[in-house]
């Protein structure tokens, strides 16, 4: 069996998950079948469709489309009291957010933990992967917006850093 054939796609079945998508208040589908990963999001203005191989590695990053052209995934705010800018951390993909590699170890991070750029703020698993989700900035955890355990969304708000 050659390596185009162990990923190949069944067409029919992607435009059927387009149609659910479209037609339905579900933002996202995520399917895993024979190696191949098919992820389907809606956009506000489009819909994606990314396909990647599946690797079973604890630190997998998933590819993101952003259509909204000179808009930035990261929010950086403003408070009106003391003109501090905030970094939101935000899920890459869905799934059950954890703040520890086990349920024995200690948090990756704290508020008022100090995080690098590359610094593992916590773990999502999805579909029985544990993804490393890691700070993109530097700065000082301020905020933690999920608990332990919860399950998230995509796109949805993780952390607040103070840049």
Same mark, same amino acid.
């Given at each position: 069996m050659?390596?185009s054939?162990?990923y190949k796609l069944?067409?029919?079945?992607v435009k059927?998950? /387009?149609?659910i998508?479209?037609?339905?208040d579900?933002?996202?589908?995520?399917l895993?079948e024979a190696?191949?990963?098919?992820?389907v999001?809606?956009?506000p203005?489009?819909t994606a469709?990314i396909?990647?191989?599946?690797?079973?590695s604890?630190? /997998?990053?998933?590819p993101q /489309?952003?259509s909204?052209i000179?808009?930035?995934d990261?929010?950086v705010e403003k408070?009106?009291e003391?003109?501090?800018?905030l970094?939101?951390? +935000?899920?890459?993909?869905?799934?059950?957010?954890?703040r520890?590699?086990s349920?024995?170890?200690?948090?990756?991070?704290?508020v008022?933990? +100090?995080v690098s750029?590359g610094?593992?703020?916590?773990?999502i698993?999805?579909?029985?992967?544990?993804?490393?989700?890691q700070?993109?900035v530097s700065? +000082?955890?301020?905020k933690?917006?999920?608990?332990?355990?919860?399950?998230v969304?995509?796109n949805?708000p993780l952390f607040?850093?103070e840049?």
């Amino acid at each position: 069996m050659s390596t185009s054939d162990k990923y190949k796609l069944d067409l029919s079945l992607v435009k059927k998950l /387009i149609k659910i998508i479209e037609s339905s208040d579900v933002n996202e589908i995520e399917l895993e079948e024979a190696g191949v990963k098919i992820r389907v999001a809606r956009n506000p203005q489009t819909t994606a469709v990314i396909t990647t191989p599946v690797h079973h590695s604890a630190n /997998i990053t998933q590819p993101q /489309i952003n259509s909204n052209i000179g808009q930035s995934d990261s929010k950086v705010e403003k408070t009106s009291e003391q003109n501090v800018k905030l970094h939101e951390v +935000k899920s890459p993909i869905v799934g059950t957010f954890y703040r520890s590699s086990s349920p024995d170890s200690p948090s990756f991070v704290e508020v008022g933990s +100090k995080v690098s750029t590359g610094n593992v703020l916590c773990i999502i698993e999805a579909m029985k992967l544990m993804n490393e989700i890691q700070s993109e900035v530097s700065g +000082k955890i301020v905020k933690i917006l999920v608990e332990n355990g919860k399950a998230v969304e995509y796109n949805q708000p993780l952390f607040l850093i103070e840049l």
